[in-house]
């Protein structure tokens, strides 16, 4: 059968109903056509009975397929019944009158049944399965049929004319037949409609196959006038044992296919003549036939209904104590009981819980158990109150667990059996062993921050929401003489009116403390006069409120910190720049004069360098011109001694003017102005390289340049840097048969460094510090031409940018020379990551 609607089923059977299966208007139809078919089938059933039994209506059928449709469908379902109550009054060939009255009887009466029994029952299964739902069924189907065997009484009245003396007799057979079709139909209608798993017909297989088929072929051949007992009444007798086997047994689709099955049996036989009652008017068959099967399908229904609640009340109490036996394993507590002696006594290990330590209780007081101490109240007392047959709650005890304590917790209430004699008591114990250590810990932490309060210089003190002093450290209370005052709970409003030198600093503490209160809002002052001790001292004070997690006020904290000697300190301090700002202008005024005569000491040396760079270089002309037009005119003149002196004029005047050169390179890089840029040594190292290699093509040097040297430096004075270095290596390593000039990245201390290292003639490292000296030569001109300037240059460049240059050498071996340029260079880290 179709399913229940949604306000009638389980909680387990709301569920939306599967993809593929879902309601559609053509299955309503076929539903409803289904119904009005059914219907029209028991009721041309009904009417055989009918004609069999001479007129009279032993049932009708019908009823309790309308019930069952309108309790299972309600108005879904009406169009079935109502054409199918149609059709049979129509196929009854009865009159107008009767057709309209029969037919709202059939309809109304089954509807209002329906009605009521879905506002009744929350499950249409309850009817089945409660003894109170079996009860309610069973009323509402004779109340049901009362309006509906009215109705066909009137029908039966206006179209036939049935005289006043038959209306009982009509009346009553229409509301026995009613009811009884009803319950014939409606109850295996009901169990089938179950959604049950089709499993629970194939228990019990065998037995039921030989019980059932033992009933029902007794019911037939008794009812089919057989005796196979000296009284066929006895028959019926031996029947019941097997339908009260069959409602204990069986499930209800079962018991309740087989009574609809042996219900018509019996009705047929009946209406045949052939039953036990066959010597009694049909009437009077028809009465005992109803009451034998009423009163069948009561003791089942109630029968089954019970065995139902049994087996649901077997299903919760074995659900319960599922439910507390797994709250029991996964309890962290320990279950006991006490008998009469106040002595512990075994319980099953799943139901004990929780163990603590392996100590042996069984028979034991717990006063009686080695290593226990009790914390809350003695032991004594602790019986007595045992003694009395009270409860008690979270009894504290300790008992020794190796090299720690562990504490219990335990509660218990006295049992009493059934005729109120103490049997004992039951409890728990629960380990509180870490909440022991959380108070320990929490008590230490309090008195560690308590210290740390009292420590303080500051003033500080808590008051709670109602502004009453609830902390006040040790400052606070010896600098206001409050340590011989009652001050806890109090307000300073309260403290004002017994200390009356304070009452001043007191009544203004809490206007602030009010306001605070009601805007909860920070308060800060940056000077108080306190005149309140024995010098006025000057305080900053905090008022902070303390709100709780709703934003509500929930107190205040006061710190006051006495900046007296802060305040003087500035006093002294302010004084101090005063002075000292007097010094840095007299500074300042004499730096001036200083830096106007150094300014005017640079413009003397620029008017030197200008005379040096002029003045000087006409006699060095003249000197080197007639010398060498001495030698072109009369050099014949002149011995080989003559023309070698003139020869030395020449270059020594020649040298003199490089050495002016020099000088000047010296003097210009030393004024120059550093415009730093990152500049990549790489491109710059290779365009020297070229240079030099272009001077000297018929020398073969090893140029080691890697890519991406990057430095941060004026692009200008890094090249005459590189090109120094690279010239001295070139000039070096002259005499090598592989000369090998090598430039990379190194650290010079903090620094990123830089340096050039070549294989050449290399350096005393005992001499280094001549290396930048202007003019100051390790080698002599013969080999090594020079004046000595380059590394002075290359020197001042360096510092020129902050940074710094070192060398290191072998004589023979080669030397290195590093160099960085100052701390700006470490950003180029960053560009080459």
Known sequence: ?????????????????????????????????????????????????????????????????????????????????????????????????????????????????????????????????????ALKLLALIYLMAVPSALATLAGSVLAHGVPPDRWLEIGSTAWLGDALGAIVTVLPLLAWGARRPLQQLKRRLPEQIVVVGALMALLSVTFAGVALLPAPMLQLYVALPLVVWVALRFPPRVGWTAFLITSMMALAGTANGTSPFSPHPMQVQLLVLHGLIMLTAATALFIGAAMSEKQAARRALRERESHFRALTLLSADWHWELDAELRYHRLPDELTGAHFGDTELDGCAPWEIPGEEA?????????????????????????????????????????????????????????????????????????????????????????????????????????????????????????????????????????????????????????????????????????????????????????????????????????????????????????????AALEAAVKELEAFSYSVSHDLRAPLRALDGFSRLLVEDYGDLLDEQGR???????????????????????????????????????????????????????????????????????????????????????KFTRLQPQPRIEIGQSRLGEQTAYYVRDNGAGFDMAYVGRLFAPFQRLHNNREYDGSGIGLAIVQRIIRLHGGRVAAEGVPGQGATFSFSFGAAAEAVEAVEA
């Open 375 to 595: 914390l809350t109240q003695p032991w004594g007392l602790l019986r007595q109150t045992l003694e009395r047959h009270e409860a008690f709650r979270d009894f504290l005890s300790r008992r020794r667990d190796g090299s720690r304590w562990r504490y219990l917790a335990s509660s218990g209430e006295p049992v009493f059996d059934a005729s109120g004699a103490f049997s004992g008591y039951r409890g728990v114990s629960r380990d509180i062993t870490v909440e022991m250590q959380a108070r320990e810990a929490l008590r230490e932490e309090e008195f560690r921050l308590r210290a740390l309060v009292d420590a303080l210089p500051d003033l500080i003190v808590l008051k709670d929401r109602h502004l009453r002093w609830r902390l006040a450290n040790r400052a606070l209370l010896d600098t206001r003489c409050l340590k011989k005052t009652a001050w806890l709970g109090a307000t300073s409003e309260e403290l004002a009116a017994h200390l009356p030198s304070l009452s001043e600093v007191l009544l203004h503490n809490h206007a602030i403390a009010q306001e605070v209160a009601r805007t909860c809002k920070p308060h800060f002052e940056e000077q108080v006069v306190d005149l309140a001790g024995n010098d006025p001292r000057v305080y900053d004070v905090s008022i902070i409120p303390l709100v709780d997690d709703d934003g509500a006020f929930n107190g205040l904290v006061s710190v006051r910190r006495d900046v007296t000697a802060q305040r003087e300190a500035a006093r002294i301090q302010a004084e101090h720049v005063q002075s000292v700002q007097s010094q840095n202008d007299e500074l300042e005024r004499r730096v001036g004069a200083r830096t």
């Open 644 to 730: 070698e002196y003139l020869a030395r004029i020449r270059r020594n005047s020649q040298r003199m003017g490089e050495l002016i050169d020099d000088l000047l390179e010296l003097s210009r890089v030393s004024r120059a102005e550093v415009r730093r840029t990152l500049t990549n040594l790489s491109d710059v190292a290779r365009d020297i390289a070229r240079e030099l290699d272009a001077e000297a093509p018929s020398r073969q040097v090893q140029w080691v340049i890697p890519e991406g040297l990057w430095v941060d430096a004026d692009p200008g004075l890094a090249r005459i840097v590189l090109e120094n270095l690279l010239r001295n290596a070139w």
């Open 1 to 133: 059968m179709s399913t229940p609607p949604q306000s009638l089923q389980a909680p387990s059977e709301q569920a939306d109903p599967p993809v593929g299966r879902a309601r559609t208007p053509g299955h309503g139809l076929a539903v409803n056509l289904l119904i009005a078919v059914a219907y029209c089938l028991l009721a041309a059933l009904s009417f055989r009975l009918r004609d069999v039994a001479s007129g009279q209506m032993p049932m009708w059928a019908p009823m309790g397929l309308a019930l069952f449709a309108l309790l299972q469908g309600g108005a879904r379902w009406l169009p079935g019944v109502v054409v199918g109550v149609l059709a049979s009054a129509v196929l009854a060939r009865q009159g107008a009158a009767m057709i309209v009255l029969f037919s709202a009887g059939q309809i109304l009466a089954p509807w209002a049944g329906a009605a009521l029994l879905r506002r009744l029952t929350a499950r249409p299964t309850d009817l089945l399965e409660r003894t109170d739902g």
